[in-house]
């Protein structure tokens, strides 16, 4: 009796058709999730991102006088790609990525109400882990560090996104999800934790260091703000424009925006060379 050898194991990276494919297989199977597994695997990127954000934030304290401007940023995009790195590896449903599951759309493996209704539990659970997340952050006393130039960064930052122009916040998110949903396209073709890792990272430090604009970052960063301006207002100072209305403001363009950039210059694009049906 003879015993088959195992196959070999596949180290080249999946090729773009073979991505293409995995793609909306992966679309496929998010919209047929349950809404309580879906709900609590969205509050965990949330919460992911978030942390990744909080990363950034004391990353970027201090250094504005000591490094040069990009060289600060990039510095604090390759902290705050922590948030994607632990989506993809640790298992949870982030909004932005999901902008990809409109490749199924397209192929009509799934329907427009149910890519809806899965961006929709999505979008609330990562609302509640980054809020829930920025809580947390600020019960800890994270503004406090470094004499509260922590907290005064984390305010200059979420004043500074509800100070955005609707359109300029608009573009913003659509570059953003470019880069977001390319970082998340490559770990679809990666097989190892080593290969997704490197994927990850420059697109994502790529994003921050141009200052583009994440929706479920700014789940973060806007209500960390908020928090420090009614509770450690000696932090802070008087921005009116800070306020649930602000951060409504600024979800709308940055939202609509990171679709565009995900669903349609990333997942729409790929779908249409390597998917899209022919005669």
Known sequence: ????????????????????????????????????????????????????????????????????????????????????????????????????????????????????????????????GAVATALLVFLAGHHLLDGGAVGQKAFAIGAAKVDLPFLRAFFMGVLCNVLVCLAVWLCYGAHSTTDKLLVILFPIAAFVAAGFEHSVANMYFIPQAMMIQHWAPELAGDHPVLTVGGLAANMIPVTAGNIVGGGVFVGLIYWFIYLRRRD
């Not at 999946?14 to 494919?21: D, G, K």
């Open 1 to 128: 009796m003879t015993m088959e050898s195992p196959p070999p194991a596949q180290v080249d990276a999946l090729l773009p058709a073979e991505i293409a494919r995995k793609a909306e297989e992966i679309g496929v199977a998010k919209a047929n999730m349950d809404t309580v597994r879906l709900l609590a695997l969205a509050v965990l990127a949330g919460a992911f991102i978030s942390l990744g954000a909080m990363a950034a934030t004391t990353m970027w304290t201090g250094l504005d006088d000591v490094v040069p401007y990009g060289l600060a940023r990039i510095l604090g995009g390759l902290v705050f790609a922590l948030g994607l790195i632990l989506v993809v590896l640790g298992g949870a449903e982030l909004f932005t990525g999901n902008n990809l599951m409109v490749m199924a759309v397209a192929s009509r493996r799934i329907g427009l109400r149910a890519l809806l209704r899965a961006w929709s539990i999505v979008f609330v659970g990562n609302l509640i």
